[in-house]
C-alpha cells in the first residue's frame, strides 16, 4: 500500500489544531458558536487553494458527530449523488446526520446544484461546498439563500511556517524521524514559493525532504537542493478566476489613483502570474481613454506605443514600455469627463429612439435631395469669423440643446474649458439678438 502524501498525513484530527483562518474560528468569531455547540450547517467555504477548506470541513462534521460524504464535483455524476442521497437518507432513518462535503462546487451546472435543495430543505443533508471562485457569479441564488458563505483567507507566512515546524517534528505522521536540518533562512524562502498554500507548502517540503543531502550522519537542506525542489514557482494567478479580475482591478484603480508605483507592483504580479502582456497592453489604453482623455490626450498615444512595442518585440522589452505607460497613466492630469459624456450621449441615444437629423444637416448629394431641402441654411463652419458658426443648432429640434463634456480644471481640459466657454458666449449673444 503506498503512503499517503505528507500533506494528507499532516491533515489535524481535531478543531483546536486547525491553523488559521482565526477571523472565522476565534472565539465570537462566526463559527466558533457552531463549533461550541457542535452543530454544523449549510454552508460555502470560499477561497484560495491550500487555505483549509476540506479539512475545515472535515473537522467540523467530526465535531458534530455527523457522517461525512465527501465528493469532487470534477468527477461526480448523477450516479455518485443519487448513490449519497440514498446513503444519507438511510443515515437519517437510524438518527445519523449526514455532512455532504462538495470541493468545487462551482463546477456543477444550475440543474445539478439545484437537485441539493431538496434534500438540504427535509434536512436529509447539511451541504458544505468548497470553491475558489466568488459564489455569487458560480452559484445558482436558490443555493446560496441556504447556505452561508465564508471567506477563507491565504495563510500568513508565520502559520506556513508553524505548519512546516509541526511537520520536521512530528515523529508519527510527520518528518520528525528524518532529523532533517532545514535552516530557517530556507524554510523562509518555502514559504514564500507556497505563497499561501499549505497544501503545497507540505508537498514542497516532502520533495524537498527527499532531495536532502546526506552528510556526516546529517541530512542537510542547502540552497541548491531548496532550488532544485522549487523550480520556478508561480503565484497563485486563475487567468479565468477571480483573483485575475481582482489584480486588473487593482492595477486600474492605482493609475485611476495617480499611484505609480502601487501601478507598477501590481502590474509586476500579474506578469509574474502569466498574464498575457497584450491583455495587460488593451487595458492601459482603457485607463487612457476611460481616466485621462483630453487632460493629457499624449496618453493615448503612449499607451497606443506600448501596445504597439510589445506586439514587436515582445517581451521582456515589451513589458519595460508598458511598465513606462503605466507609470505616464498614474502620474497624468485625471479626467472621465469624455467617458461620462460619451454614456450620457449613449442613454439619450437609446431613450429618444430615431430622432430625425435637421434638415440644415443632412447631406444632398442628389438633385432631389436638394429640391427637398436637404442641408438648406446649412453654415459652413471654415467661412464663419474664427471658423465658428455662433448660435448653429446639431441637435435634433427634440432635444433642443444638450451638455455631455463637463471638462475637468485638469490638464489640458482647463484650456478646452475656456474654449468651449468662450464659444458659448458667442452663441449666447447671437440667441439675444435674434429675441
Known amino acids: 500500500m503506498l503512503e499517503q502524501p ?248 492605482s493609475v485611476r489613483g495617480s499611484a505609480p508605483d502601487a501601478a507598477l507592483y501590481w502590474l509586476a504580479r500579474m506578469l509574474d502570474g502569466g498574464c498575457d502582456p497584450l491583455y495587460i497592453a488593451r487595458r492601459v489604453v482603457r485607463m487612457a481613454t476611460e481616466d485621462i482623455g483630453n487632460a493629457d490626450p499624449r496618453a493615448l498615444s503612449i499607451a497606443l506605443a506600448a501596445w504597439d512595442v510589445q506586439e514587436r518585440l515582445g517581451s521582456p522589452e515589451g513589458e519595460l514600455a508598458i511598465a513606462q505607460a503605466v507609470v505616464y497613466m498614474a502620474c497624468a492630469a485625471k479626467s472621465n469627463a469624455v467617458y461620462s459624456a460619451f454614456k450620457a450621449a449613449k442613454a439619450d441615444a437609446q431613450h429618444f429612439g430615431t430622432l430625425e437629423v435637421p434638415m440644415h444637416l443632412r447631406n444632398a448629394p442628389t438633385k432631389l435631395m436638394h429640391r427637398l431641402g436637404y442641408g438648406k441654411n446649412y453654415r459652413y463652419a471654415h467661412d464663419e469669423p474664427e471658423a465658428y458658426a455662433a448660435g448653429e443648432q446639431y441637435f435634433p429640434e427634440e432635444l433642443s440643446y444638450k451638455q455631455y463634456y463637463h471638462p475637468v480644471k485638469r490638464g489640458l481640459e482647463i484650456k478646452i474649458a475656456e474654449k468651449l466657454a468662450y464659444l458659448k458666449q458667442k452663441d449666447e449673444e447671437v440667441h439675444k439678438k435674434n429675441k
Open 6 to 253: 505528507l500533506a494528507a498525513r499532516m491533515r489535524p484530527i481535531r478543531i483546536q489544531n486547525f491553523i488559521g483562518q482565526q477571523h472565522l474560528l476565534g472565539p465570537g468569531k462566526p463559527l466558533y458558536s457552531a463549533i461550541q455547540n457542535h452543530r454544523v450547517h449549510s454552508m460555502i467555504l470560499w477561497g484560495p487553494p491550500g487555505t483549509g477548506k476540506t479539512t475545515l470541513a472535515q473537522l467540523l462534521a467530526n465535531n458534530a458527530k455527523a457522517h461525512f460524504e465527501k465528493m469532487s464535483a470534477i468527477f461526480a455524476g448523477v450516479k455518485e449523488i443519487r448513490a449519497a442521497m440514498e446513503r444519507a437518507q438511510q443515515a437519517k432513518i437510524i438518527g445519523q446526520d449526514t455532512v455532504l462535503f462538495i470541493d468545487e462546487i462551482h463546477r456543477f451546472n444550475k440543474a445539478q446544484q439545484d437537485a441539493f435543495l431538496p434534500y438540504v430543505e427535509e434536512g436529509i443533508i447539511t451541504l458544505i461546498g468548497a470553491t475558489t471562485e466568488n459564489p455569487s457569479f458560480e452559484l445558482n441564488n436558490a443555493l446560496l439563500s441556504r447556505a452561508r458563505v465564508y471567506i477563507l483567507k491565504k495563510l500568513t507566512d508565520l502559520e506556513l511556517l508553524n505548519i512546516i515546524d509541526l511537520a520536521l517534528t512530528d515523529d508519527e505522521q510527520g518528518l520528525g524521524l528524518t532529523k532533517l536540518d532545514f535552516p530557517e533562512v530556507l524554510r523562509e524562502q518555502l514559504v514564500q514559493a507556497a505563497d499561501g498554500d499549505a497544501r503545497s507548502c507540505l508537498n514542497l517540503l516532502e520533495i524537498i525532504d527527499q532531495l536532502a543531502i546526506e552528510e556526516e550522519g546529517k541530512r542537510l537542506i542547502t540552497e541548491t537542493v531548496l532550488k532544485d525542489a522549487l523550480g520556478q514557482t508561480l503565484r497563485r494567478f486563475d487567468k479565468q478566476g477571480e483573483i485575475f479580475y481582482d489584480l486588473i482591478s487593482a492595477l486600474h484603480k
